[in-house]
Each structure stands twice: as structure tokens, then as C-alpha cells.
């Protein structure tokens, strides 16, 4: 009888304190997690200050967030939410070092909404976090975004107000930074995404086809927008270039060879026009890209050969292998049985702890920080870590060919060792890109010792980063 009230006050107490304020500042809750240093004397200092640089921009854009209807190349219309009408929005193309300024406007998207340059590492305060490093951009309202981009390479936007809605409806572009000096040749960006069903690369819901010259140097930069793992088949030569908008050593794919990329993720594949066909065609989809010289070619059939394994390649990176690393962080992605704001159920746990009182990982300027991550789940997912880019060193205990990403690829029950440098002041998320699951609490945040943030996330705050 006891035992049994004792339960029940256990429960209630569990329901209620899992619930979520109105409004809170996300560095307020969890524990923070130091990784073993010393703690850093720091001056306290706001994300609101970390800005881009000021001056002249040599790109200047404006992107409009409205609901639109938007025609698939097959015919079928769907109802999304679009930057300038479009879905995917405009392609942002920019040169490394141009002083870059982005105006988002909200006409009227309902829920918000804000913009993050998925991969590019830009001051704090210019990442488009609701509730963390602006508000959301409420309807007829704007807000000014300036960086300026120093990696090459293929990365992507999105909105990060309500993401797994907002992605999911159409609200992201695709942004390639070029080099100052531009490669000659067929240069393409692939957005992948699923609208209502059907998967279009770009708006291409079936086969693409394009005339191609023989001879021309062709690079795709496939981008998967989705929030499951999308697969690849090639044929015509190709070679992966880079991955999550960084270069690695050219590595020719083997005969039906398969690109896995998860969730967030991106490959470049590159390689110079054959007289035939060269195609890429997304697996368990109509959606695909022909090229040839005449224009009508089709993608051959191919079989299902082995995924390709970055860490078994060359890539070019040393790594952080003899590293002495300043803080050490685990990270468990786990289930566990709890109330995640006032719902019962099995939700998403980072080392057993529900969201909000998930780690913060405390970092301070300079530190090389390793973080072990360990899937303990049957799921797949992508982790993503906001402002800086990983060093992969061992996956399963193993080591692997370091490559550099910002979204890793996590299969069920694979544990990786991962590096960077903390060299990014500021509050950055740390999720996984199955946005579902960042809304079901699959997200906790990486913050520089001293960081504060005058922005609320939650409901009353309107500000709901997931
Ligand atoms: Cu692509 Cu936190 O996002
Ligand atoms: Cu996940």
C-alpha cells in the first residue's frame, strides 16, 4: 500500500517536472558535462553579439518564406512551404570569402520561421537557431543573416524553427561555395527530398534527362533533405570527391557500388562525360538523372553492389591520431521509459537522460575535443553538430581512414570516436537529423564556457528549434 502510493507519487512527481515551461533558456537545464578539464576561467559573453562581419556584402539575396503550391516534373502538384515560392528554394552559389547577406522574410508561414547554413561553420549569432541564437521570424517580420563562408564545398538551408515540419514542407536550398577561381564545366547541386510522398531530386520526380557534351567534366553534389537515409546509384565513371563539403582524395566507385548518405549529409561525385550515359538514380524511387550526349539516354540497370565506406578509403585527412585532447566527452543515444513533456512513453535518452535535462557538452576556445558516441539503439541517426565539422577516428574501436563531416552516419548499435576543434565561440546545437526524432528529444547543445543566450525556447517564447 505504501510501496504503491509511494509509485504514484513517484510517477506524478516524474509527469510533472518532465513538463516543459512556457518559455526557458536552454542552457538551464542538464548537466553540464566538463569532459574532464579543468574549469576554464571565462568571461561571460552573449550569443546575440557573435555576428558576421560588417561592410559591403559582394552577395546579397532575399529570401521570401511563403506557401505555395509546387509542380513536380512529373505533373503531380504539391502543397509546400517554399523560399520564393520554389521548393527547393533558390540555389545560393557564392564565392569562399565573399562577404555573403541573406534577408529572410516571412510572409506567411504561420509557425515561424528562421534559416541555417547546414555545414557552414558562421559566428554564432548567424545560425538561424529558434530560441537559441535569434527568435523565429514571425509572420511579416524579417531578420538579416551576413557571414562570410571560408570552406568549399556543397552544403545546404533550412529553416530551424519547427525543422522537422518545415524542412519536411519545403523550406530549404540548396548552397554551394565555390572557389575564386571557378572549374570549367557541368556543375550541378541535387537536392533529394520526398515531397508528400514523392521523392524528386530537385523538383525531378522521374527521369531527368540532359545533353552533355563528351568530354565535359561534370561534378553533382548530392544533398539528402530528408530525414532517413537516402542511397545512390551511379554509372558513367564517377568518383566521390568530397563529402559534407570538404574534399577528399578522389576514390572511383566500384561497379554498382551504392552511396548511403544519411540524413543532413552530402557527396560530391565528379568525373568527365563518357560518350554514353552517365546517371545517378535514387534507390526505391522514379527519381533520377540522365546525362548524355544527345540528351535522351536512360539509366541503365544495375545491381545492388556494397555501400561505399569512407573510412575505408583514403581521404586525406591525418586526423587527430597521436591527439592529446583537452576534454572527452560520451554520448549514449539510448530508450528509456519516462515522460517526455507530460507524455508517457519509450523516448530517445543521451546518456539516460530525457530532454530537456540532457548533457551539455562545455567546451572552451582552442580545445581539440573528442566526443565517443555510442548508438545503444536499433535506429539510425545522423548526428549533426552545429558551427564545426567532425574528424572521424574510429568506428566500432576500430580506426578508420579519418574523413571530415558535420553529419555523421550512424547505423544501429555503431559507436565512432569523433574530433574537433573548438574554435567557434558560442551555444550550437548537437542533434540528430532525423529531425523526428530532434523533436522527440534526440537533441542537446555544445556551449563555450561563459556563453549566454537571451533567447527562450518554447511554446510562449514561440521558438521551437526542433
Ligand atoms: Cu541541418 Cu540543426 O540542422
Ligand atoms: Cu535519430
Known sequence: MIA??????????SWWQSRLPGSY????????????????????????????????????????AEKAPVRLASG???????????????????RRGDLVQVTLLNKDIGDGVTVHWHGLDVPNAEDGVAGVTQNAVEEGDRYVYRFRPEQVGTFWYHTHQDASQGVKQGLFG??????????????????????????AIGTH???????V????PVRLRLINTDSSVARFR???MASVVAIDGASITPTSLLPDEVLEIGAGGRYDVAFRMPNGVASVSVVNSKAALALSPDGTGTPPVTGSGPVFDPGARTNGYTGYAQAKFDRTFDLTISKKVGFLNGRPGRHWALNGKLYPRVPMFEVAKGDLVRIDLNNDSGSVHPMHLHGHHFVVLTRNGKAVSPWSTDTLLMLPHEKYSVAFRASNPG?????????????????MHVMYAGVTTPYRAGKSAHNDPE
Open 205 to 211: 520526380d522521374d527521369v531527368w534527362r540532359r545533353a
Open 174 to 199: 540548396a548552397l554551394v561555395v565555390e572557389p575564386r577561381k571557378k572549374s570549367r564545366g557541368l556543375d550541378l547541386a541535387l537536392p533529394v527530398h520526398t515531397f508528400s510522398g514523392h521523392t
Open 213 to 216: 557534351p563528351a568530354g565535359t
Open 76 to 94: 503531380q502538384e504539391v502543397n509546400a512551404w517554399t523560399f520564393d515560392g520554389s521548393a527547393p528554394g533558390p540555389e545560393i552559389r557564392v
Open 427 to 443: 551555444l550550437w546545437m548537437l542533434h540528430c537529423h532525423n529531425l523526428q526524432h530532434a523533436a522527440d528529444g534526440l537533441t
Open 4 to 13: 504503491g502510493l509511494a509509485l504514484l507519487a513517484f510517477l506524478a512527481w
Open 234 to 236: 551511379t554509372s558513367g
Open 25 to 64: 533558456d536552454v542552457t538551464s537545464y542538464g548537466e553540464i558535462d566538463d569532459g574532464g578539464a579543468q574549469p576554464a576561467a571565462h568571461e561571460h559573453f552573449g550569443v546575440a553579439a557573435l555576428t558576421g562581419p560588417k561592410g559591403k556584402p559582394d552577395y546579397s539575396l532575399t529570401l521570401t
